[in-house]
Every structure is written in structure tokens, then in C-alpha cells.
């Protein structure tokens, strides 16, 4: 298993940006498949972004394509997720999640490890 911390969560108003961070702790984090994913209170878990180990595949959910970025560096163990043009309707606690393996998923069941989540509030 590997232990997934987040930051970068906070208040910020409708259009504004967010960078959020997830540091990996483990030898092995360039050998992981990453993805971020967002829940909202009272809705389910939904996937937002996924980014393979070599960063040559990213998937995007429709509603953040555009707008927001994820990107790794596999020498710091951290990925990361660009928030761009941030919408009320982003507001969420955001998730960063392992795979334990290399390919890219937007599957939820696919990630063995979680981290405890950043929240990210959008004010209109």
C-alpha cells in the first residue's frame, strides 16, 4: 500500500484557480497509475482526472476538460491537479488515489489507496 496525503484545498471564489498536491509516501510511485476524484455532500464519489505512470495518458471527466490539468512528477512522488475557471459546482472534497499499476483509469474500484481528501469550496 501506499499512504496518499493531499493539500492545496481552500476557499476561493467562481473563476478562480487551485493547485492541489498529493504526496506519495513509497520507492515505487512512478510505477503507479494516480487519479483524482471529487465528492459533494449528499452525491456519490465521481472521478474528475487519472494520469498514467509515464504521464503519456490522462483522462479527464467531461465537466473539468478544459479546465483543469493533472500532471506528476514522479522524482518528488507528487501529482498534482491544476484547477482553472473554478465553478460553484466544483465544490467537493477532492481525493487523490493509487492504482497499483501503470495504466490510466477512470474506474473508482481500480485505485487501492486513498488519501483523506483536501476540501475545495468555490464561492459564487
Known amino acids: 500500500q501506499v499512504q496518499l496525503v493531499e493539500s492545496g484545498g481552500g476557499l476561493v471564489q467562481a473563476g478562480g484557480s487551485l493547485r492541489l498536491s498529493c504526496a506519495a509516501s513509497?520507492?515505487?510511485?512512478?510505477?503507479?497509475?494516480m487519479g483524482w476524484f471529487r465528492q459533494a455532500p449528499g452525491k456519490e464519489r465521481e472521478f474528475v482526472a487519472a494520469?498514467?505512470?509515464?504521464?503519456?495518458?490522462?483522462y479527464y471527466a467531461d465537466s473539468v476538460k478544459g479546465r483543469f490539468t493533472i500532471s506528476r512528477d514522479n522524482a518528488k512522488n507528487t501529482v498534482y491537479l491544476q484547477m482553472n475557471s473554478l465553478k460553484p459546482e466544483d465544490t467537493a472534497l477532492y481525493y487523490c488515489?493509487?492504482?497499483?499499476?501503470?495504466?490510466?483509469?477512470?474506474?473508482?474500484?481500480?485505485?487501492?489507496?486513498w488519501g483523506q481528501g483536501t476540501q475545495v469550496t468555490v464561492s459564487s
Open positions: 513509497g520507492r515505487t510511485f512512478s510505477t503507479y497509475a
Open positions: 494520469i498514467s505512470w509515464g504521464s503519456t495518458v490522462t
Open positions: 488515489a493509487a492504482r497499483l499499476t501503470s495504466g490510466a483509469s477512470r474506474r473508482e474500484t481500480d485505485f487501492a489507496s
